[in-house]
């Protein structure tokens, strides 16, 4: 949601979104960190695919902020 937010946005104010979308992100990496069950049991990944999430969702924010 966080990212749908962000790239709705216009470009003067989506840097005040994509911190938000960076800062959901890093929660979520922190808790599958902590529990990496989390990954299949909150997201049916493996670890392999959630990290390719993150990389995938790290690369949306970037290209936002452009």
Not at 15 to 43: E, H, Q
Request: aromatic fraction near 10%; avoid cysteine.
């Amino acid at each position: 949601m966080q990212v749908a937010a962000a790239a709705g946005e216009p470009r003067e104010t989506r840097a005040k979104f994509v911190g938000r979308a960076r800062n959901t992100l890093d929660t979520i990496k922190s808790m599958v960190k902590n529990n990496p069950n989390f990954s299949f049991m909150a997201f049916g990944m493996t670890t392999e695919e959630f990290e390719e999430f993150i990389q995938q969702q790290e690369k949306i924010l970037r290209d936002l902020m452009r």
